[in-house]
């Protein structure tokens, strides 16, 4: 079945650095989400890339959709301690309704 | 925006009991609703594909006999977890989506319910 799997699964930086975590998919999408899930709550969604080779920006954060549709990127510019959480992408291939969940990478950002 | 409320938000049980989880659209239709999974510090597992009006769509090694979903309205989707053993505890998560577009939109989460099975 369908596989998405995020890189790294955890990641410690100082207040002020960069962060990216990495999706891939082992199928080809028509649309990828990307979730955030503070500790203790539910995700939320943040966005949602449609096109090949798309780029969309969030204040400090950028997202991208590979050109091939199977991997995606979420960057965060100058971290800040309110970043804290573990951040999913999400899957949907052509013709299906469900949402496959990537494995998550975990962000923790000392002050 | 969009509001999903999910109850009870934690619950514990003795094993071999029954536990009802609610998912209701408060504010938006929802032909379809999602129930996930998730163990600590894990993804989100999808179990199941709950249709508004017709059988649920269970992922591969989800039991149907023990997680029961009904969809009985447009705005309200139960999971009941029958006969519950410890091996059940986990969080469990319900999301929809508004039936007024397409197939490519996000998903609205429930707050989750905590399920602890002594």
């Known amino acids: 079945g369908q596989q998405v799997m995020q890189i790294p699964q955890y990641q410690h930086v100082q207040e002020g650095e960069d962060f990216t975590t990495y999706c891939n998919s082992s199928?080809?999408?028509?649309?990828i989400q990307w979730y955030k899930q503070r500790p203790g709550g539910h995700p939320v969604f943040l966005i949602q890339l449609v096109k090949s080779g798309e780029v969309k920006k969030q204040k400090r954060l950028t997202f991208q959709f590979g050109e091939a549709k199977k991997n995606s990127s979420l960057h965060i510019t100058a971290t800040q301690t309110t970043d804290v959480g573990t951040y999913f992408c999400a899957g949907q291939n052509t013709g299906f309704q469900k949402l496959v969940f990537g494995t998550g990478t975990r962000l923790l950002v000392s002050p | 925006g969009a509001v999903v409320s999910q109850h009870p938000s934690r619950v514990i049980c003795k094993s071999g009991t029954s536990v009802k989880i609610e998912c209701r659209s408060l504010?938006?239709?929802?032909?379809?609703m999602f129930w996930y999974r998730q163990f600590p510090k894990q993804s989100l597992m999808l179990m199941a594909t709950?249709?508004?009006?017709?059988?649920?769509?269970?992922e591969q090694g989800v039991e149907k006999d023990k997680f029961l979903i009904n969809h009985a309205s447009l705005t309200l989707s139960t999971l009941t977890v029958t006969s519950a053993h410890p091996e059940d505890s986990s969080f469990y998560i319900c999301s929809a989506r508004d039936r007024e577009f397409s197939t490519n939109e996000k998903l609205f989460f429930g707050s989750g319910t905590q399920l602890s099975v002594l």
């Open positions: 199928t080809t999408l028509s649309n």
């Open positions: 504010d938006f239709q929802a032909t379809t």
């Open positions: 709950s249709n508004e009006g017709s059988k649920a769509t269970y």
